[in-house]
């Protein structure tokens, strides 16, 4: 179980307008001791993100109301947020498109369909600072 210092759990926001997608992945932390919380849109992701303090947020790129990437500009704009980490979860997997999240404020992306088994550990390594580079690999 990912626990913060304090013994309680790690707190992730899954921001996805798909609740089958959004499932899967609350199942999948769940099972590994992570506190989820739920988003369907853009505003709803802004706000629960201000008002829960997660310690890591899953961004889906499509979002109704406010798309996943102007989302994470601007709580990256905000000083209490530059340093909870913003990974990409989406089912955008063209040329440019982790480019794209990165340049937005991600520090990663994670492409759909998302393996199950590598989930929680690529969720853990963000957690301890893995950040990804624009040119590629990682930085720390």
């Known amino acids: ?25 609350v199942k999948i932390l769940k099972t590994r001791g992570y506190q989820t919380i739920e988003a369907v849109d853009g505003e709803e992701a802004l706000q629960k ?20 990437y102007e989302v994470t ?12 980490p913003i990974v990409a979860l989406t089912a955008h997997a063209m040329r440019g498109d982790r480019e ?3 340049e937005a404020g991600c520090q990663g992306y ?7 088994r590598e989930l929680p550990e690529l969720i853990r390594s963000y957690l301890r600072g893995k950040r990804e580079s624009i040119l590629g690999g990682e930085e720390k």
């Not at 994670?110 to 199950?116: F, M």
Request: aromatic fraction near 2%; charge should be neutral.
């Open 1 to 25: 179980m990912e626990e913060l210092k304090s013994g309680l759990p790690k707190k992730i926001l899954i921001v996805d307008d798909n609740q089958d997608s959004r499932e899967l992945v």
């Open 49 to 68: 993100a201000i008002t829960e303090r997660p310690d890591l947020i899953l961004m889906d790129r499509s979002l109704p109301k406010v798309d996943g």
């Open 73 to 84: 500009r601007r709580l990256k704009s905000q000083e209490e947020f530059k340093d909870i």
């Open 100 to 102: 794209k999240a990165l």
């Open 110 to 116: 994670i492409s759909k369909p998302i393996n199950v």
